[in-house]
């Protein structure tokens, strides 16, 4: 079974516009962290933003902030005022146990494409 | 502080040779796992190694594909025999053990890009 799903292969956002990429995760452990990560057209992965499962409050970075709703298992990422730089593919990780700090199980990634 | 550093970055072999790629983790870093990505995919996790040990082996494939990170020197993914389902991202990251931490941040090299023909 897919640990991660991320249903939106691709997505168009203008510029200045907010984005929310779409994440649902499957696990039976109480004790696990959410991650995303985005990778720009060179290849590079570069981390986002961090959810641990036990995290009350949502996660926020800068412009993106972690939409995460346990309860039905979803880790959305929100982009706000989207800029240029931000096209690239995003993708939704997951570790599951709190103090395991290996095994990163990943989504198959959603491409955004800003628009000017 | 360098970040993680993998070389070469691209990779070209023809198909029966050997690709060894290799990984420095970041200065502090002794855990090392290696990623692949095939073509639109998602990142999935092959190996897990600590200093001169193998942690977790879970997902590598069972022929031709070894890893090692020795006491000195970088991690080496060595993918012997190469053929062209091969072809794919491979992505190699550190972490440092913090007892202190909430958790524990992966910090992902650029990736080698292997491309068997």
């Known amino acids: 079974a897919q640990k991660i799903t991320q249903t939106q292969p691709g997505m168009f956002v203008q510029e200045k516009e907010a984005v929310t990429l779409d994440c649902t995760y499957d696990t039976s452990d109480q004790s696990y962290g959410l991650f995303w990560y985005k990778q720009p057209s060179s290849g590079e992965m570069i981390f986002l933003i961090y959810q641990g499962s036990y995290d009350e409050q949502n996660a926020t970075e800068g412009r993106y902030s972690l939409n995460f709703q346990k309860a039905r298992k979803s880790a959305n990422l929100v982009i706000s005022a989207s800029q240029l730089g931000d096209s690239a593919m995003y993708f939704c990780a997951m570790r599951e146990g709190r103090f395991s700090d290996y095994k990163l199980s990943f989504g198959a990634g959603t491409t955004v494409t800003v628009r000017a | 502080n360098a970040g993680v550093m993998q070389n070469p970055r691209h990779l070209v072999r023809r198909r029966g040779q050997e690709a060894r790629l290799r990984c420095s983790p970041m200065k502090g870093h002794s855990h090392v796992y290696w990623y692949r990505q095939l073509p639109e995919e998602g990142l999935k996790f092959m190996v897990y190694l600590q200093k001169e040990n193998i942690i977790d082996e879970s997902g590598m494939p069972k022929e031709r594909f070894s890893a090692e990170f020795p006491k000195e020197g970088p991690s080496i993914l060595r993918i012997q025999q190469v053929v062209r389902g091969d072809s794919a991202a491979y992505f190699c990251?550190?972490?440092?053990?913090?007892?202190?931490?909430?958790?524990?941040?992966?910090?992902f090299g650029p990736g080698t890009r292997l491309t068997v023909l």
């Open positions: 990251a550190s972490s440092a053990r913090l007892a202190t931490q909430i958790y524990n941040e992966q910090f």
